[in-house]
């Protein structure tokens, strides 16, 4: 069955690169990466680089909102108050009406910081003091940005958190789909927000897949992910106009490995031949595919592997992880939102920190920046648990 | 809406530790009696799996065992999935925070892994070798009727069956201060969008509603699993246990309800 295009009405994003699109396309054409040397003054020093939001400590969630403050609803505020979202989330209000504009964001950790802050605190305690952590369910739980984002924008429509590792933010697009087509919304905000946080820095360092240094997708030397923070909001609508339109969503699982892609991407090839069938497209008609490309060894060579099969070795392909970090639960938002804008300006993002391609990778990769004439365009997002989500954009015609 | 098929389900908690016992003591023939017995090794993984695996997964994995037992290989193999956790897994996020709260800063790299979301959904697709398409919802303590929302639209848009997965487990002091999960408790339902297909019920009416305290819906078990949100579920299941006719409201966000209505 084919699917209807779905247009994407407004957008914005916030990672390292900067705050709102234009910042961020801005860093991408520019062509220098945005990563740091770990600075994390709420950890101990690790050596690796991450992609950090500038001054997000110093944003401050108005009192007013009465929401729960953490790093995670900090990054979501932000992002929020870019781009005029939020008076185009108001038009969709006074079109649909509140409950019937669904809300689906993507996270990996939500606002876990602030219960391993208060852990960590409790554990070195002295006997005098409190005997339990500072904790804060509003703050903890999954779903705890959700909430803050929905009640923020004045929501009350069907809402999930969407938590399928690094594929969280492009599946949300998948259930916000199903949920227009089923009529349960009549049009949906999507999204994905994941600040820096211990569990993560430290689970991807023991598991060997963080790089020392900027991580450099694709490269013969790369060595692993860079941590990165990011938010990111679409706002889709079927009775109204925008210039990109997502086509369709691929999903599969690789039914192979806890934290290993397959090996020849077989999961990854069945979520992007899905959008292609769903969307009725040819691998031809597809001038753009916006990698996973983590830059861990065995992702880029799976994925690779993948989109061979799928595309031959002359589609343009790139990863833009090298500017803004691997963002986890909100790099599928991330990359749809560059993915859009590419499309939207008819030019490719490069591949930074990519000297030398890897021999034995065959995809087209497209290291510096470039203009090129295309209609359509894939998003590649892929996670543990071998959780794989391929999302098509096209022209709206 | 629509209506959707009920067409089996599975379940794993203390005294219910599988549908077939689970629905005598739903239907009042045998009592209640809590057991520990229902923690047992899940079927299907391989052996590094099957020792690595954490706790909401394996009672996930149960679970949807129990749903599908009487479903061909074939069928589950093309089904997608749909897991839902209020709270995630309290034995590995707790092990998570003490070793965080450490100087170093160190995880074990398998409760890492563990600790990820959909854990259950990755266990699950390598015990079943399903490369079907699976996601992971939460919306804390109404997670268990978003999970059946997301049910529904899958189900409708595939026009065919589509699995169902809830569980949450008990947390450790002092994170469970929080007002997490205190039982453990798995269940599985398999909905089914054919047309024409009703066996052995229907769920219609899969309305949103705002609060009306005189319509909520208790179990008579709910207290024996605490503060575990997948246990929302139960009312549901007794209903479809009986046979009977229900209407049933399930707890979602901001004071609001999802409104299902069985009929056999």
Known sequence: ???????????????????????????????????????????????TWIGRVPDLESVRIPTGLAA??????????LCLDQDDFRKDVSSAVARHGSDRIGLFIGTTTSGIL??????????????????RPALQRDVHNMHATTSFVRRHLGLRGPAQTVSTACSSSAKVFASAWRFIQAGLCD????????????????????????????????DLLRDGISIGEAAGFALLDPGADGPISLLSCGESSDAWHMSSPHPQGAGAVLAMRMALTAAGLGPSEVGYVNLHGTASRANDLAEDRAITTVFGTKTPVSSTKGFTGHTLGAAGITEAIITSMSLACQWIPGTVNCDAVDPELGAALVRKARSQTFTAAMSNSFGFGGTNCSLLFGLTR | MRSIGARSIG?????????????RVLTDVDAFQPDSSFYRAASGLPLTESRRINETSRLACLAAHDALVSLPESAIATMPAIFTSSDGDGAVLSQMLRSLAQRDVSVSPTAFHNSVYNAPAGYYSIATRSTAPSTTVCADESSFAAAMLEGYAQARLTAGPVLVVAVDVPFPEPIQALGLSDAAFACAIVLDGASGDTKPACIARWAIVDCNASMRSTDPLSKAFGNNAAAAALPLLRALARGEPACISLPYLDSTWLELEVIP
């Open chain 1, 187 to 218: 049009a949906a905000v999507v999204g994905g927000v994941d600040s820096l946080a211990l569990s993560t820095l430290a689970g991807f360092r023991a598991l060997n897949l963080v790089s020392s240094g900027p991580c450099r997708p694709f």
């Open chain 1, 114 to 131: 602030d219960t391993e802050l208060a852990y960590r605190a409790w554990v070195g305690r002295t006997p005098t003091t409190s005997s």
């Open chain 2, 11 to 23: 379940i794993c908690a203390s005294g219910l530790p599988d549908w077939s016992r689970a629905s």
């Open chain 1, 68 to 77: 729960p403050d953490s790093r995670n609803n900090r990054l979501a505020y």
């Open chain 1, 1 to 47: 069955m084919k699917s209807r295009p779905l247009p994407v009405v407004a957008a914005t994003l916030t990672n390292a690169c900067g705050t709102g699109s234009d910042a961020v396309r801005m860093s991408l054409q520019e062509g220098y990466t945005a990563l740091r040397p770990f600075d994390l003054e709420w950890s101990s020093p690790m050596s």
